[in-house]
Each structure stands twice: as C-alpha cells, then as structure tokens.
C-alpha cells in the first residue's frame, strides 16, 4: 500500500526519458492512476493510500514501458480526449485531436455569425470537428467524410458515444462520394498537410502510431488543400465558409490558392502560441472559375 502522492511521483520518474518536465511527467501520472483505477482526479487526490493488485501492477508496467520504450502515445492507452465538451474516444492509427485543433473549432463556433444548416467535415478521422459542430450547431445536419474505414468506424462510434443524431458519417476520398446538391453552409477540414521532409523529423510517437495517409501530403504539404480548395465553390452555398487547418508555415501559399479560386474575406487564425494554425474563407460570388 502507498501514498497516492508517492505512487504519482515513482510513476512520473519512470516516464521522464520521454518527458522531462516533471509537471508534465505527474499530470501524466495522474491520468494513468485514474484510468487504471476508474477513479476521477478529485477521487484520487481524497485517496489516502492506494493498494494496487498483482494486475492492476502488471497492466501499469505495460503501460510505462510502452510508452517509454515503444513510443506509444498516451492518449491511445487513456483511449480518449477531451475536445470542446465532448469526450473524444481515440484508438491507433487514426490521428489523435490537437489541442491546437479545438482552439481554432472553438474561434469558429464562437465568431461565426450566420448559424450554418448544413455542414461539412472532410478528413474528419476521429470525427472531433464534425462532432463539436453538430453539438454546437444542433439544428445542422453534419456530413463527415473520411478516406479511412477505420476513421469512419471510429467517428461514428464518437457520435452514438454522444447521441448526435445530426450528423451522418461516409467514407470518401475527398469530394469522390459527396453529392453537389445540397450545398453547405460550412465547410470545415484538417487535411493532411506534412511535407516529406517534415515527415521525416516527426517524432516517433506520431510516425510509429499514425496514419501517415493523415499526415503526409504530396506536393509539400499542399496537394489536398489544392483539391479541396478547388472543388469547394462547388459544394458551398454562396457567401459559404470554408475552414482549414494549416500548418504553421503554409498561410502564404494556401491564401493564394484560395485567391485563385476567387474566394473573399480570406483570414489565417493564430493559435495560443501565436502559430497562424487555420485560414477561413467565404465562397466566392461567381461560378467556379
């Protein structure tokens, strides 16, 4: 039997090869405790003393070395993560929420002024902006796409975890399995935009965990924003939006795309650590050019 206090901190030694802010390292600790014991936070911090069992142990061994040795992402062993309000279930290969993605969801849903009708989410794999949105927007109807099967399982999962029964989940490769009609309010996507290069200089928690089909894109970095760009006008009501995440050093060449495809009110978004992380567009008036 143990302090609580003492279990956090033997645990937050052992993971500090792979994080060694000891803050980081005990919050880390704090998250395994809860899931292993099925205790909240608050439960386990009013826990004097905690016996483990010979499982319980054995289980909290795979878990350290795992993600120490193995690499494995915490998120995939708690199996979940918070986003918005909702509790996103996450499971490997399909990409784990960035907390910098729920920052720029929650600019949208606070800053947009017409409430959207119909809403699409492309590339959505664990389905965390469709979802956030159908929750936000209750009277929408959601359409999240997805390439990966897996993606689409996952995603649905989500919704039924949370009853959102606005939306419907498909599996397409872009706008391959998207009807033109009806058009959309909004539409929102965190496509894979990694070059090779950058891919190379990922750590291995995310190259040996994720989809790379979620990560890497063709054309450094800027092939699905060029197909999902061009075809957009298409799909979106006039005066739409369209919502993209970027990554930090593509808003140039992704707002001149968007200037080609002759959308308006073209705006990047930084994020918390001052990151221009999303670009927000409205369709364009005319025709597709």
């Known amino acids: 039997m143990a302090h609580v206090n003492d279990s956090i901190k033997n645990i937050a030694r052992q993971l500090t090869p792979v994080y060694p802010d000891i803050g980081v390292a005990q919050r880390i600790a704090q998250q395994l405790l809860s899931q292993l014991t099925n205790l909240t936070y608050t439960q386990l911090l009013t826990t004097t003393n905690l016996e483990l069992s010979p499982q319980q142990l054995a289980m909290l061994h795979t878990w350290i070395h795992d993600i120490v040795h193995l690499h494995k992402p915490v998120q995939y062993i708690l199996k979940s993560v918070p986003f918005g309000e909702l ?3 996450v499971k490997s290969p399909i990409l784990i929420p960035r907390p910098e993605t729920e920052e720029w ?7 947009l002024q017409d409430t959207p009708l119909r809403i699409l989410d492309m590339c959505t794999g664990t389905g965390c902006i469709g979802l956030m949105l159908a929750h936000t927007f209750q009277q929408a109807h959601v359409l999240l796409t997805d390439i990966n099967e897996q993606a689409c399982q996952l995603a649905q999962q989500n919704a039924l975890s949370h009853n959102l029964t606005n939306t419907h989940i498909i599996q397409s490769d872009c706008f391959d399995h998207i009807p033109s009609t009806p058009e959309y309010d909004l539409i929102t996507a965190n496509p894979p935009y990694i070059s090779a290069e950058e891919y190379t200089n990922l750590e291995p928690r995310v190259t040996q965990w994720e989809d ?6 063709g054309n450094n970095g800027l092939a699905l924003y060029e197909e999902i760009i061009y075809h957009a006008p298409d799909y979106l009501t006039i005066k ?3 919502w993209l995440e970027i990554g930090h ?3 140039p060449a992704v707002i001149t795309l968007l200037r080609n495809a002759a959308f308006t009110h073209i705006t990047p978004h930084k ?4 990151k221009q992380r999303a670009i927000s567009a409205r369709a364009p ?3 597709h050019p």
């Open 240 to 242: 739409g939006h369209l």
């Open 249 to 251: 050093e593509q808003a």
């Open 105 to 111: 969801v929650f600019k949208l849903t606070t800053t």
């Open 285 to 287: 008036e005319s025709s």
């Open 212 to 217: 790379k089909k979620a990560l890497y894109a």
């Open 271 to 274: 994020d918390m650590q001052g």
């Open 87 to 89: 509790q996103i279930q």
